[in-house]
Every structure is written in C-alpha cells, then in structure tokens.
C-alpha cells in the first residue's frame, strides 16, 4: 500500500511558478510509474504529466508542454512538478497518482494510489 502527500500549493499571479511535491511511502518507489493530474470546480479530473520508474519517458497534456515539467528522485522518493508561466486556467486541486506499473500514463483508470490533492490558484 503506497501512500502519498501533495505539497507546495498555493496562491500566485499570472507568469508565477509553483513546485509541486508528492512524497510516497509504504512501498518501494521506483517500482511505480507516476503521474500528476488536476481538478478545477465543476470540472473532470483530467491528466496533466507522467513519468516513468527511472524518470524517462516524461508525458505532458498540451496546454502545459513547454511550462510544467515532471521529474523524480527515487532515492527521496519524491515526485516533482514545476509548473512555469502559469496562467488562471491552471487553477485546480492538483494530485499525484502512482501505478503498479513502470511507466507512467495518461489514463487517469490505469492508477492504483491517489493523494489528497494541493490546491493551486493562479490570479490574473
């Protein structure tokens, strides 16, 4: 049983950065493939990055490529998120997910843990 915390959430102005973390226990890191995803009021939760055990093969949905970028330590087994140039669209519960696979996913089914999500609200 894995479990994971979301840290680093909070309140910024458009063009800000945030660095999301989520840091996992119970279970041996680099054996999961991990992902972010992200809820915003009266919306799906929908994907936003993943990556996989060794931290290649990094996965990012549109509107954030060339913004956010995913990366790991195994070693701190910690996940990471930069989000850069953020814009008000961003805003949403963000949460990290882990499958028992080794590479990450776009589909949010196809993860097994889930953490409880850090808010982000980016203003105009």
């Known amino acids: 049983q894995v479990q994971l915390v979301e840290s680093g959430g909070g309140l910024v102005q458009a063009g800000g950065s945030l660095r999301l973390s989520c840091a996992a226990s119970?279970?041996?890191?680099?054996?999961?493939?991990m992902g972010w995803f992200r809820q915003a009021p009266g919306k799906e939760r929908e994907f936003v990055a993943a990556?996989?055990?060794?931290?290649?093969?990094?996965k990012y949905e549109d509107s954030v490529l060339g913004r956010f970028i995913i990366s790991r330590v195994n070693a701190d087994n910690t996940l990471f998120l930069q989000m850069n140039s953020l814009e008000p669209g961003d805003t949403a519960v963000y949460y990290c997910?882990?499958?028992?696979?080794?590479?990450?996913?776009?589909?949010?089914?196809?993860?097994?843990?889930w953490g409880q999500g850090t808010q982000v609200t980016v203003s105009s």
């Open positions: 990556i996989s055990w060794d931290g290649t093969s990094p």
């Open positions: 997910a882990a499958r028992k696979r080794p590479l990450g996913s776009t589909s949010l089914t196809s993860y097994d843990y």
């Open positions: 119970g279970g041996t890191f680099s054996d999961y493939g």
